[in-house]
């Protein structure tokens, strides 16, 4: 590879690292071109999934500001930039390496931040951001009403109250 090309590829990297809301590290040793095809089909818009010569990625994620994946940079590496929900992307990730064992999660980068493979692993636990908006209005609707509950009860035990005043009056007379 010459060096124009090598220049070209950690600027693309650097800014793939630098926009991403995630990045995934993967080891794709034994699978084939149309399994990692179907892999790439399954992140949909969310991910763009390519391999990578480490040299270079370890470099690009230097100048992304990203330190500690160059152990995981290390046997042939591909990966995941993601750009949409990471829940999503990770999700996908994991169902496709329970059907192709060869798929080997490293690691990965969420905002920043390194992680292990059972820190992606939690990643793919995780509801998907419209499950999670759900319900976080369903709960916030609950306290509404609960309040509103609130404030309304002393009206309703004074109307309650002063109706039986009434009708003892009513009946007394």
């Given amino acids: 590879m010459a060096r124009t090309d090598k220049n070209a590829a950690i600027a693309e990297l650097t800014e793939n690292f630098r926009n991403s809301s995630a990045v995934i590290v993967t080891e794709y040793r034994g699978l084939t071109v149309a399994q990692l095809k179907d892999l790439r089909r399954s992140f949909g818009e969310n991910a763009t ?54 798929l080997v999660v490293k690691a990965g980068v969420l905002e920043g931040t390194v992680l292990d493979a059972e820190g992606v692993g939690k990643l793919a636990d995780l509801e998907s951001r419209e499950v999670l908006l759900a319900k976080t209005a369903g709960a916030l609707k609950a306290s ?25 009056q009513e009946t007394a007379a």
């Fill in 49 to 102: 999934y390519s391999v990578s010569k480490n040299t270079l990625a370890r470099i690009a994620a230097h100048e992304a500001g990203i330190e500690g994946l160059d152990d995981a940079l290390k046997g042939p590496t591909a990966l995941a930039f993601v750009s949409g929900d990471i829940a999503t992307v990770a999700k996908s990730m994991k169902r496709f390496a329970k059907e192709n064992p060869a």
């Fill in 144 to 168: 509404l009403y609960k309040a509103a509950y609130v404030f309304t009860a002393p009206l309703v035990k004074t109307v309650r109250t002063v109706d039986a005043l009434r009708e003892k």
